[in-house]
Nanobody, 119 residues
Framework: QVQLVESGGGLVQPGGSLRLSCAASGSIFSINIMGWYRQAPGKERELVATISRDNITNYADSVKGRFTISRDNAKNTVYLQMNSLKPEDTADYYC?????????????WGRGTQVTVSS
């Protein structure tokens, strides 16, 4: 099992910034991708950004140029720097870790951290 603990959410004004962190612990496998997803009220969960162990990144079009995902492999931690936040970024943000072993993939999710962008 893998445990993911998120932190860094909160209330911020439009145009502001927040930094989310997610630390993984437990049965860590080296082949993995970590990422952030979000779910707004009444909407489905959507991809925000992912990053592979060798730092290949992928972003949703809606956050490109504003959000930056990064990771510290030594700490098994992934970060999401969110700048120029908009009210439509308001959502619960979930950390995800997908790892592979023996040709099989395993998905783990954090409990989520709330981000509210409002004046």
């Amino acid at each position: 099992q893998v445990q993911l603990v998120e932190s860094g959410g909160g209330l911020v004004q439009p145009g502001g910034s927040l930094r989310l962190s997610c630390a993984a612990s437990g049965s860590i496998f080296s082949i993995n991708i970590m990422g952030w997803y979000r779910q707004a009220p009444g909407k489905e969960r959507e991809l925000v950004a992912t990053i592979s162990r060798d730092n290949i990144t992928n972003y949703a079009d809606s956050v490109k140029g504003r959000f930056t995902i990064s990771r510290d492999n030594a700490k098994n931690t992934v970060y999401l720097q969110m700048n120029s936040l908009k009210p439509e970024d308001t959502a619960d943000y979930y950390c995800n870790r997908r790892q592979w072993l023996g040709g099989r993939s395993y998905d783990y999710w954090g409990r989520g951290t709330q981000v509210t962008v409002s004046s």
